[in-house]
């Protein structure tokens, strides 16, 4: 399987945390097929960082949007899909993914067909060692219950 993806970066900011992401995104070792930014009413250097970066698209919006708003506001300007082997891939301003990463989210996908979301241990841009966020599950109403863990070891990128 080699589906094709679309990475989305939302930046509501910019700064260091931001060129750090697209730094991250530019070294994965499978690069999305397409990059669609969305800029967020920022009021620093998203705007230009995110222009630097040559996404495939670049997308401004007049005022701040949720990361949720911002994703859809991507999705709006996507073809529509013309096989099951499309992906996308979500980042925010302050993600900064492993080199692997991108190929770690495919090859989970690929051995576990019957999943359809699949996301990395999120640790500390500081302090790998520090797990941010495990996991996400959702209630049956779509809404977000997050569970956070600590570790004494650096985890890897993974399903």
């Not at 090859?107 to 996400?136: C, Y």
Request: aromatic fraction near 4%.
């Amino acid at each position: 399987m080699y589906p094709r993806v679309t990475a989305i970066v939302v930046a509501p900011s910019g700064g260091t945390s931001l060129q750090r992401t697209l730094d991250a995104l530019a070294a994965q070792t499978r690069q999305p097929d397409a990059v669609i930014a969305v800029d967020c009413a920022s009021t620093d250097d998203a705007a230009r960082l995110l222009a630097d970066a040559k996404p495939t698209q670049l997308l401004r919006s007049p005022e701040k949007l949720s990361f949720g708003t911002a994703i859809a506001t991507a999705v709006r300007v996507l073809a529509p899909t013309t096989s099951s082997d499309e992906l996308l891939w979500l980042l925010a301003h302050d993600t900064a993914p492993e080199p692997e990463a991108l190929a770690a989210l495919i090859g989970a996908l690929e051995v576990s067909p019957s999943v359809a979301i699949v996301g990395p241990k999120l640790v500390d841009a500081e302090d790998g060692a520090f797990i941010r966020e495990f996991g996400e599950s959702m209630t049956p109403f779509g809404a977000s219950s997050r569970w956070s863990r600590t570790s004494s070891t650096r985890p890897s990128t993974t399903a």
